[in-house]
């Protein structure tokens, strides 16, 4: 996977573009695999907004609605709405009334195709609303305590996974996490301080397999989604070579295009 580290970005200092694609959508590009054009991207839908042609897509598309709302096929998505749309799946009467903000993911460079698609059944999730999904613990024996899981897909090919993970207020680790597969975050809410500085609402990172990071900790609690590229996540616990501390200095990591966006970002009212 050709996408550069990416540790961490506060996704409201990068600009919105025009999507050529969605005609009258703005994104702001998160990361891009230069390879196949896999992308995950912020989309923001107008008010007003409509799609109306059947059509399909050639690749994956899977999202969390974090502001607004979304209908699709009849079916309704409001904020913290999740779907998982594989290759082939059908769109049709798909529109915002009142605009939309929409952490998206894209698999790779898409075509759209119009008319009906054939897709796999089985890497369908077509609506989930994260409120109702119940939380899980006790999901690795050393992670430390004060923490649940809402988990949102798992791809019955690649194991794959996204979940949401909730934290509790002054909650903080001394043991640094390795992972042997790609791990991918977007911060919906709440403070985290790590040992890349602290990270606000709206921060994101792409981390490529073995980097040690952490540890972490938050005073306010906090609300991430996560994704996995590789397989399912699994994670070794290591002494640290990085002492835990708050409000730590920013010192990001970051492929040469992103580090003019490099600035702290104080809480905002809204993570994009």
Do not use: C
């Not at 709405?81 to 898409?110: C, D, M, N, Q, W």
């Amino acid at each position: 996977m050709a996408r550069e580290w990416i540790e961490f970005i506060q996704s409201q200092e990068l600009p919105w573009e025009q999507s050529i694609e969605r005609n009258g959508v703005e994104f702001k590009t998160l990361s891009l695999d230069s390879d196949t054009g896999a992308v995950s991207q912020l989309l923001r839908y107008p008010v007003g907004w409509s799609d109306d042609n059947l059509h399909h897509l050639s690749v994956d598309e899977e999202f969390l609605v974090l502001d607004g709302e979304l209908m699709i096929n009849d079916e309704t998505y409001s904020s913290m709405a999740y779907a998982h749309f594989p290759a082939g799946f059908t769109r049709k009467g798909f529109s915002s009334e009142l605009g939309a903000i929409v952490l998206t993911f894209f698999s790779a460079t898409f075509t759209r195709t119009e008319g009906k698609g054939k897709y796999d059944e089985q890497r369908l999730v077509p609506h989930l609303d994260t409120f109702e999904v119940p939380y899980t613990g006790n999901f690795h024996p050393e992670f430390p305590p004060g923490a649940g899981r809402k988990s949102l897909y798992t791809d019955p090919i690649t194991e794959d996974q996204t979940w949401i993970l909730g934290t509790m207020p002054l909650r903080w680790a001394e043991r640094q996490e390795v992972h042997p597969i790609v791990e991918e975050m977007y911060l919906l809410s709440g403070e985290v301080h790590g040992n890349r500085g602290v990270m606000r609402p709206g921060a994101y990172f792409w981390r490529p397999p073995e980097i040690p990071h952490g540890p972490y900790g938050t005073l306010t609690g906090n609300l991430y989604l996560f994704r996995t590229k590789g397989g399912k996540l699994s994670t070794n616990y290591i002494d640290s070579d990085y002492q835990f501390q708050w409000w730590p200095k920013y010192d990001p990591a970051l492929p040469e295009n992103l580090k003019s966006f490099a600035r702290e970002t104080a809480i905002a009212p809204k993570p994009w």
